[in-house]
Nanobody, 115 residues
Framework: QVHVVESGGGLVQPGGSLRLSCAAS????????MGWYRQAPGKQRELVAAITSDSTTNYVDSVKGRFTISRDNAKNTVYLQMNSLKPEDTAVYYCNARYSTLGYWGQGTQVTVPS
């Protein structure tokens, strides 16, 4: 059975930092492309950052220079380091694991940056 579990969300003041973690089990993690998505109230879910199985990364423009995605294949975990957080970063952050036509989602973790 596949499990994808996010952690590390919380309330942080503007300019602060958080590190999200996503642990996956039940899959051969090193073969999977991993992504962090977010969904704010009333908005569509958007891709924030992604890292391929060979560790190529890409980011949405709004987080470039502030967020860093990384992976540790030995721990079956992907991270999202978020610095210089802004109120507009407030959302539920979801982790996605994808390989070919297979895709798995976590339950999400809330990040709140008050204005």
């Amino acid at each position: 059975q596949v499990h994808v579990v996010e952690s590390g969300g919380g309330l942080v003041q503007p300019g602060g930092s958080l590190r999200l973690s996503c642990a996956a089990s039940g899959i051969v993690f090193r073969f999977y492309d991993m992504g962090w998505y977010r969904q704010a109230p009333g908005k569509q879910r958007e891709l924030v950052a992604a890292i391929t199985s060979d560790s190529t990364t890409n980011y949405v423009d709004s987080v470039k220079g502030r967020f860093t995605i990384s992976r540790d294949n030995a721990k079956n975990t992907v991270y999202l380091q978020m610095n210089s957080l802004k109120p507009e970063d407030t959302a539920v952050y979801y982790c996605n694991a994808r390989y070919s036509t297979l895709g798995y989602w976590g339950q999400g973790t809330q990040v709140t940056v008050p204005s």
